[in-house]
């Protein structure tokens, strides 16, 4: 298989034919902040967190082929202020309390702001009124925490292939919502790997709580996206 | 009554034609219930959220009843400017219910849309998908008497307008209003002659004269047609789509509602050579759900080209050359006449954009390579394959060859259709439509540019000042920030969502807008407001996000001194509000005085 050469801030890079700017920086041990993209899954490009300048336009690295040739500008000020700003408008368009969100040390949300040194979002707090979702019996969907990134859409479906959440509305209004028959049939398997699977606390499995001590979680004590920068080959590009 | 399943039965229990059933659905019963979205979620094997997810993306489904005579009063800038106000106070006066509401006895229900290709005959309303146009308190008066007499909404139809419009398939009072015709769209059409004349070629020779007519997409974008039927033609797939884009949705467009209604044989035909170089057998004309009423009427057009050979098995003559079109509907969402989202609706799902690459050239509809084109670019290419490209290439300018359909609204004594060479001055244009006075004109509609006079010598083409058709004329006394409000309320409300910046920027960018229309504006606000506007320019995931900021940005850029006006303070780190006077209730209750003075040394 022939590699493709290209750039990511001057760092010649190689892909494989195929493969996103995401999964080939990945690869090459250099961290592109993701937020809706989940490795594991059809990147949806939901969050834009990812956006990097591409032969001098903008695209997301997550659905972005790398071509031959290409100039990607990855860690860059403006860039760096831009993905903040987007993890801005996530926090100021939902509501997100972190001290008392269970998720709290393993949210991508609450990293990747530590991540960007979001102190105060620019933007003002919108509070918008959303009803957390306590009707399944094993899930609890808290809505004020959702960030809509789609990967409990594509990766939680019925054995025979039914999407178990979808999104409703749009503009504004769209929000994550559930078969509600579909889902009361998650197994406990399954509904503790959907909520694995939310970056955020919007999923969360009802009756176990704080198993893991804040303090002794993921992102604790070590920066996301700091796993990769250690790696043997790693480091910021 | 049919029952649901025998509507889901009728549709082929097709999921791709979800939003046929679903417009049957509501149809019969003015809402898709959740029963039914259930029902019809069995039929089609799909989880009930995925049905509600289309149900609740389109503007016209609704889980609650919209009211027997489901009345949409447009509430756009052309509308508002022509007196909507009135309109919709008389509504509401004589039907006895607010907008966003339905009487109690359930009969007539008052909703608000976003512009459905009226501008040059505002204020406008569908009733039952019936047009009404030129609103007046009077005319209400009369429309409101006859639904309470439960008159059918085509019924309440007096007056016919000109051409096709008054056939018997149409019986629409719309009117064409053109005014000024060109050589490519309005010159007399012989049906036939392009075909005739590309069956003559090969494919590639076909391509090849498209491109060198330098024929660019006429919806806005402006990429090369021949291209795009080039790189369809080389994917190797044995089957491909043509898909004719027909849900102009950019406010103050209607150019492809006159062509609907006058051209549509050029149109299909355009379909055919489409399908010819290309290597389609199909083709589908994505129709958006406000022009409705031509349907029947472009069906008809179908049926005589099949008649005449000109569509269905061996087109024209030639042997193993099949092709045929078929109508889809769009249900109300601006986003869809992005192509890909188009897609998308037409595969019956929520019309949201894709991810490019792959581009629908390479994997199109039902993933299949795919060439989406704009109505007037089809009839274009038709035109080319009758009058060769050097002909079209004469007219027009260096880059933008041919001509161009503007719809023309606003301020204006003659609001309607012009296919103008491109090339002509901002300047010019205002002459030919009689405007005087004008204060700006917004060339390319809400997501385009808002140009002031000092641009007005500038010229309609792709090299300068773009535009997919929509002009709209603003005069000397409109408050231009009425205009600028209205089409942010247009883009927070057509953002399909999936995306951050677009979804939850659009928001922000707006009440940034509010607030100094409020008179709680600071310099910071302005500086804010082109910073973040870049922000959502640059990482929106699709066009409308790429473009939505353009109102503010492009006011803000040609009429500083109108925001200057509107700002409070200058000193842009002052808060916008004064401390001592928010604190004054506070202070009385508690008795206490605040040392305010002390804090600002």
């Given at each position: 298989?022939?590699?493709?050469?290209?750039?990511?801030?001057?760092?010649?890079?190689?892909?494989?034919?195929?493969?996103?700017?995401?999964?080939?920086?990945?690869?090459?041990?250099?961290?592109?902040?993701?937020?809706?993209?989940?490795?594991?899954?059809?990147?949806?490009?939901?969050?834009?967190?990812?956006?990097?300048?591409?032969?001098?336009?903008?695209?997301?690295?997550?659905?972005?082929?790398?071509?031959?040739?290409?100039?990607?500008?990855?860690?860059?000020?403006?860039?760096?202020?831009?993905?903040?700003?987007?993890?801005?408008?996530?926090?100021?368009?939902?509501?997100?309390?972190?001290?008392?969100?269970?998720?709290?040390?393993?949210?991508?949300?609450?990293?990747?702001?530590?991540?960007?040194?979001?102190?105060?979002?620019?933007?003002?707090?919108?509070?918008?009124?959303?009803?957390?979702?306590?009707?399944?019996?094993?899930?609890?969907?808290?809505?004020?925490?959702?960030?809509?990134?789609?990967?409990?859409?594509?990766?939680?479906?019925?054995?025979?292939?039914?999407?178990?959440?979808?999104?409703?509305?749009?503009?504004?209004?769209?929000?994550?919502?559930?078969?509600?028959?579909?889902?009361?049939?998650?197994?406990?398997?399954?509904?503790?790997?959907?909520?694995?699977?939310?970056?955020?606390?919007?999923?969360?499995?009802?009756?176990?709580?704080?198993?893991?001590?804040?303090?002794?979680?993921?992102?604790?004590?070590?920066?996301?996206?700091?796993?990769?920068?250690?790696?043997?080959?790693?480091?910021?590009? | 009554?049919?029952?649901?399943?025998?509507?889901?039965?009728?549709?082929?229990?097709?999921?791709?034609?979800?939003?046929?059933?679903?417009?049957?659905?509501?149809?019969?019963?003015?809402?898709?219930?959740?029963?039914?979205?259930?029902?019809?979620?069995?039929?089609?094997?799909?989880?009930?959220?995925?049905?509600?997810?289309?149900?609740?993306?389109?503007?016209?489904?609704?889980?609650?009843?919209?009211?027997?005579?489901?009345?949409?009063?447009?509430?756009?800038?052309?509308?508002?400017?022509?007196?909507?106000?009135?309109?919709?106070?008389?509504?509401?006066?004589?039907?006895?219910?607010?907008?966003?509401?339905?009487?109690?006895?359930?009969?007539?229900?008052?909703?608000?849309?976003?512009?459905?290709?009226?501008?040059?005959?505002?204020?406008?309303?569908?009733?039952?998908?019936?047009?009404?146009?030129?609103?007046?308190?009077?005319?209400?008066?009369?429309?409101?008497?006859?639904?309470?007499?439960?008159?059918?909404?085509?019924?309440?139809?007096?007056?016919?307008?000109?051409?096709?419009?008054?056939?018997?398939?149409?019986?629409?009072?719309?009117?064409?209003?053109?005014?000024?015709?060109g050589q490519v769209l309005f010159a007399p059409f012989l049906s036939g002659t392009a075909l005739t004349r590309s069956l003559t070629m090969s494919p590639e020779t076909v391509i090849d004269e498209i491109k060198k007519a330098n024929l660019l997409g006429r919806g806005g974008a402006g990429f090369p047609t021949g291209l795009k039927w080039e790189f369809c033609r080389k994917e190797k797939y044995d089957r491909r789509y043509v898909v004719c884009n027909a849900d102009e949705g950019e406010p103050g467009t209607f150019k492809d509602r006159v062509i609907l209604t006058e051209r549509p044989h050029m149109m299909?035909?355009?379909?055919?050579?489409?399908?010819?170089?290309?290597?389609?057998?199909?083709?589908?004309?994505?129709?958006?759900?406000?022009?409705?009423?031509?349907?029947?009427?472009?069906?008809?057009?179908?049926?005589?080209?099949?008649?005449?050979?000109?569509?269905?098995?061996?087109?024209?003559?030639?042997?193993?050359?099949?092709?045929?079109?078929?109508?889809?509907?769009?249900?109300?969402?601006?986003?869809?006449?992005?192509?890909?989202?188009?897609?998308?609706?037409?595969?019956?799902?929520?019309?949201?954009?894709?991810?490019?690459?792959?581009?629908?050239?390479?994997?199109?509809?039902?993933?299949?390579?795919?060439?989406?084109?704009?109505?007037?670019?089809?009839?274009?290419?038709?035109?080319?394959?009758?009058?060769?490209?050097?002909?079209?290439?004469?007219?027009?300018?260096?880059?933008?060859?041919?001509?161009?359909?503007?719809?023309?609204?606003?301020?204006?004594?003659?609001?309607?259709?012009?296919?103008?060479?491109?090339?002509?001055?901002?300047?010019?244009?205002?002459?030919?439509?009689?405007?005087?006075?004008?204060?700006?004109?917004?060339?390319?509609?809400?997501?385009?540019?808002?140009?002031?006079?000092?641009?007005?010598?500038?010229?309609?083409?792709?090299?300068?000042?773009?535009?997919?058709?929509?002009?709209?004329?603003?005069?000397?006394?409109?408050?231009?920030?009425?205009?600028?409000?209205?089409?942010?309320?247009?883009?927070?409300?057509?953002?399909?969502?999936?995306?951050?910046?677009?979804?939850?920027?659009?928001?922000?960018?707006?009440?940034?807008?509010?607030?100094?229309?409020?008179?709680?504006?600071?310099?910071?606000?302005?500086?804010?407001?082109e910073a973040w506007g870049k922000i959502i320019k640059s990482a929106s995931r699709c066009g409308l996000g790429q473009t939505s900021p353009n109102p503010l940005l492009t006011t803000l850029q040609n009429f500083p001194d109108l925001y200057r006006q509107k700002l409070k303070f200058k000193d842009e780190d002052q808060p916008p509000f004064d401390l001592g006077a928010a604190m004054q209730a506070a202070c009385l209750a508690t008795g206490r005085k605040p040392s305010l003075e002390e804090e600002r040394q």
């Open positions: 298989m022939t590699e493709i050469k290209f750039t990511i801030d001057g760092r010649e890079c190689l892909a494989r034919p195929g493969q996103t700017i995401v999964e080939a920086a990945r690869d090459s041990g250099i961290y592109i902040p993701v937020l809706c993209n989940d490795p594991s899954l059809k990147p949806s490009g939901s969050c834009r967190v990812c956006t990097v300048r591409c032969n001098g336009r903008y695209a997301a690295a997550c659905t972005q082929p790398v071509a031959e040739g290409m100039t990607v500008e990855n860690n860059v000020p403006d860039l760096e202020d831009l993905r903040r700003a987007l993890i801005e408008m996530l926090f100021v368009e939902g509501n997100h309390f972190c001290p008392a969100c269970e998720k709290s040390g393993n949210c991508e949300l609450q990293a990747l702001a530590y991540r960007f040194r979001m102190v105060v979002p620019r933007f003002p707090y919108q509070f918008p009124n959303r009803r957390p979702d306590g009707s399944d019996p094993k899930i609890f969907l808290e809505l004020n925490r959702c960030i809509q990134c789609r990967r409990c859409i594509l990766a939680v479906k019925t054995s025979d292939g039914k999407n178990i959440f979808g999104m409703l509305s749009r503009s504004r209004t769209t929000r994550i919502d559930k078969d509600p028959a579909l889902l009361a049939g998650l197994s406990e398997e399954e509904a503790r790997k959907a909520m694995e699977l939310c970056p955020v606390g919007a999923i969360i499995r009802k009756r176990i709580g704080f198993a893991v001590p804040i303090g002794r979680r993921k992102f604790d004590s070590r920066p996301i996206g700091s796993d990769l920068e250690s790696s043997p080959k790693g480091g910021r590009s | 009554m049919e029952n649901i399943k025998s509507i889901v039965h009728r549709h082929g229990n097709d999921r791709l034609r979800l939003l046929d059933i679903l417009r049957d659905v509501q149809a019969r019963d003015g809402c898709v219930s959740r029963e039914a979205m259930a029902e019809i979620a069995l039929g089609l094997g799909l989880s009930v959220v995925d049905v509600e997810g289309v149900v609740s993306y389109y503007h016209f489904f609704s889980e609650g009843p919209v009211g027997r005579y489901a009345v949409y009063l447009n509430s756009n800038i052309v509308s508002i400017m022509n007196g909507r106000a009135a309109v919709a106070r008389a509504f509401e006066r004589e039907a006895g219910c607010r907008f966003g509401q339905v009487t109690p006895d359930g009969r007539i229900g008052l909703h608000e849309t976003s512009c459905q290709g009226m501008n040059d005959q505002e204020p406008s309303a569908l009733i039952n998908g019936v047009v009404f146009t030129r609103l007046t308190e009077s005319k209400v008066r009369e429309l409101v008497a006859g639904m309470k007499a439960g008159k059918g909404a085509s019924d309440l139809v007096t007056e016919y307008g000109d051409g096709a419009n008054q056939s018997e398939l149409v019986r629409s009072m719309v009117q064409n209003n053109i005014h000024g015709r299909f035909e355009g379909m055919a050579v489409a399908g010819y170089a290309i290597g389609a057998e199909l083709g589908i004309l994505y129709l958006r759900a406000e022009y409705a009423y031509l349907e029947p009427h472009l069906q008809d057009v179908l049926v005589r080209m099949r008649n005449m050979g000109l569509l269905g098995r061996n087109v024209g003559g030639r042997q193993g050359f099949h092709f045929d079109v078929e109508i889809k509907r769009g249900a109300g969402a601006y986003v869809c006449g992005e192509e890909s989202a188009l897609l998308e609706s037409a595969e019956g799902k929520r019309g949201e954009p894709r991810d490019r690459p792959p581009f629908p050239v390479q994997c199109g509809y039902q993933s299949l390579p795919t060439t989406v084109n704009n109505v007037e670019t089809l009839c274009a290419a038709a035109r080319i394959m009758v009058q060769g490209a050097d002909w079209f290439r004469s007219m027009g300018t260096a880059k933008s060859a041919g001509t161009k359909l503007l719809s023309v609204s606003g301020d204006c004594r003659r609001p309607g259709i012009y296919e103008v060479e491109f090339g002509l001055s901002v300047r010019d244009l205002l002459n030919l439509v009689g405007a005087t006075g004008t204060q700006a004109v917004q060339v390319g509609g809400p997501s385009g540019v808002c140009v002031g006079p000092a641009g007005f010598d500038r010229k309609l083409s792709f090299e300068d000042l773009p535009t997919g058709g929509s002009v709209i004329i603003i005069g000397p006394r409109r408050d231009l920030f009425e205009v600028v409000r209205n089409f942010m309320d247009f883009f927070v409300e057509e953002s399909c969502g999936w995306c951050t910046p677009c979804r939850a920027g659009n928001l922000i960018l707006r009440n940034t807008l509010d607030k100094i229309l409020a008179g709680q504006g600071t310099e910071r606000d302005l500086k804010n407001i």
